[in-house]
Structures are given as structure tokens and as C-alpha cells.
């Protein structure tokens, strides 16, 4: 028989407000006894916080923050608020654009309650639009080639990925983190501001000698199917960018040199860059100016990597 550990889950909301509220509306089905809820407003341009506050009341807490900070500060917000104030054994971060199966909390904390070194526990992630197909199931990543490798990306579930294993990197769509790696390991390393930031955080949960854990029986469905399968940088379709932010490619560009600069060797690194000043580069580059027609990602991709080249090691 289960206990019910407390659980703090936190949504981070920034002009999403539909999404949360169909994020919210499918936690009230899950079968889990013991949690709150904690949402916070990245500084959205509407009145989401408003309405959230109007139509849940008392039923979950409410961060309201000035101003967008991004993925990291906003969970780092609502984390410190968790600790200080509700105790929680269990902090579980999900993004607003899911919903969830319910017995995926049940599932999860679980499988985490049977290992005290487990630190990271994820769920099976499936699209919204396509709700038997998987979005990953898990993630490595290359550090000769600086690139993530998901998972059963794509793959329709047959059952293929059914099985409970210790895994490198989870996605950071639904992440549970163990009360006790966060006061070993620490917050979000904001220097990320958004991408590459669930990799930053499981590459510490390891270091620091906890495990990850994928559960294939907590279910989750995520909205992002525009990049879930395919990522920006391997889509080659000029309608596809109505769909990619300047922003993302800067952040996602930016952050893979930060995290490679922070983690590889220098064997590592030099072939990263030969990866990426070889091949990936040239490419990316004809992507966006042949491909897409839009100078507005190739200058972000440029900036992107004139900074990560002057980011210093560690």
C-alpha cells in the first residue's frame, strides 16, 4: 500500500491561460491524496492571474510575478515558496500545456518511494493531438556531437517502452524531484533562463550520485507536437516557421554551448565544434535562409552562437 507523501506541483503560466486551466481541470481527476497546487504568473499581458484566482479560489496558490522569468526563475519562485511554506517530501514541475492520467502521480511517487537514491522521476509522454503516439519516453545525449537523442520519439506505443529503468535525462514537460536531492542538489540553474534547463538539472541529480527514473505507467500528454517529434534545427519545411520563435532558436542555440562548455571534456568539446562548424552550421544556416526565407532566425541563430562561443567553461 502506498503513503501519500506531500506533493507541491507547479505550473508555470506566461499567456497561456486556456492551456492552464485544461492542465488544472485534469489534475482534478488524479487519484493522489496528498498535494497542492502552485501556479505561477510569468507575468502574462492579460488578467490570467485574475481569472485563475476568480475560478479556483482557495484550491491553489497563486505567484503573481512582474515581469517574464522564463522557465527557471519561475519555477525557482514557486520551489522556494513550496519549501518555506508547505514542507513538501516531493516537488513535481509540469508544464501548463499537459494533462495527465490519473494515477500518474500515484505511479510516480511510488516508484520513488522504493529507492531512496532515486532523485528524478518521469513519466511516458505522449502527444495531445495524437494521444497514442509518443512524444520521448527518454533522452540521452550525444557529447561528442552536443545533440540530444530522444527516445521513442514518434513512435506509436505498442508497449515497446513498458518497462521501469534508470535513464540519463527525463523531459522537463512533468519532472518530480525528491525534497531531499533539491536540498542536496539545489534549484534551477537560471543562467538557462528556458531549454537545456531539465538537462542541466538531471546531469546534477547524477553527479551527485542520485538516479532517474522513467515509469512507464504515469501518463502524461503534451501540446508541443510541433517540436516534439522534430525538433527546429531538423525541420526543413519553409511553412513550418510560423511556428519557431527568434527566442527559441537563440535560447535553444545558446544554451546547447552552455550546457557542452559546463559538462564536456575537452576532447568532448573540440569535437562538438567540429561537429557543429563542419557541418551543423553551414547547414542550419541554409535552413533558414534558403529553406525558411526568414533573416530573423538566421540572425538569432548567429547571435546565438557568437555568444555561446564567448561563454566561459564551467
Request: charged share 25%.
Given at each position: 500500500m502506498i503513503s501519500y507523501p506531500k506533493v507541491s506541483i507547479i505550473i508555470v503560466n506566461w499567456n497561456g491561460l486556456d492551456d492552464t486551466i485544461e492542465c488544472l481541470e485534469s489534475i482534478k481527476s488524479i487519484t493522489y491524496l496528498n498535494y497542492e497546487v502552485i501556479v505561477v504568473d510569468n507575468g502574462s499581458e492579460g488578467n490570467d492571474a485574475d481569472i485563475l484566482q476568480a475560478k479556483y479560489g482557495n484550491n491553489l496558490t497563486i505567484i503573481r510575478n512582474d515581469k517574464n522569468f522564463g522557465f527557471t526563475g519561475g519555477n525557482n519562485i514557486a520551489i522556494r515558496h513550496a519549501l518555506n511554506n508547505f514542507k513538501p517530501d516531493y516537488v513535481l514541475l509540469l508544464n501548463n500545456d499537459t494533462v495527465i492520467a490519473p494515477e500518474f502521480?500515484?505511479?510516480m511517487v511510488?516508484?520513488?518511494?522504493g529507492d531512496f537514491l532515486i532523485g528524478i522521476v518521469g513519466p511516458k509522454t505522449y502527444l495531445y493531438d495524437d494521444p497514442d503516439r509518443l512524444q520521448l519516453v527518454w533522452f540521452d545525449v550525444d557529447m561528442q556531437r552536443g545533440q540530444p537523442h530522444q527516445i521513442g520519439s514518434g513512435e506509436i506505443d505498442r508497449g515497446q517502452y513498458d518497462s521501469t529503468r534508470t535513464v540519463d535525462y527525463i523531459q522537463g514537460s512533468c519532472f518530480?524531484?525528491?525534497r531531499t536531492a533539491i536540498d542536496s542538489i539545489?534549484?534551477?540553474d537560471e543562467a538557462y533562463f528556458a531549454y537545456w534547463e531539465e538537462t542541466d538539472y538531471c546531469m546534477r541529480t547524477r553527479k551527485a550520485g542520485y538516479k532517474i527514473l522513467y515509469v512507464p505507467l504515469a501518463k502524461i500528454w503534451h501540446k508541443k507536437s510541433d517540436r516534439a517529434v522534430k525538433p527546429w534545427y531538423k525541420t526543413l519545411?519553409?511553412?513550418d516557421q510560423v511556428k519557431i520563435a527568434p527566442q527559441t532558436v537563440y535560447l535553444e542555440t545558446l544554451n546547447n554551448f552552455r550546457f557542452m562548455k559546463k559538462y564536456a571534456t575537452r576532447?568532448?568539446?573540440c569535437c562538438f565544434l567540429l561537429n557543429v562548424f563542419s557541418y551543423f552550421f553551414w547547414w542550419q544556416c541554409a535552413i533558414f535562409l534558403l529553406y525558411r526565407r526568414n533573416t530573423h532566425l538566421l540572425c538569432s541563430y548567429l547571435r546565438a552562437v557568437i555568444a555561446?562561443?564567448?561563454l566561459k567553461a564551467g
Open positions: 502521480l500515484t505511479e511510488r516508484a520513488a518511494e518530480l524531484i525528491k539545489g534549484l534551477l519545411r519553409s511553412s576532447q568532448q568539446y555561446g562561443l564567448s
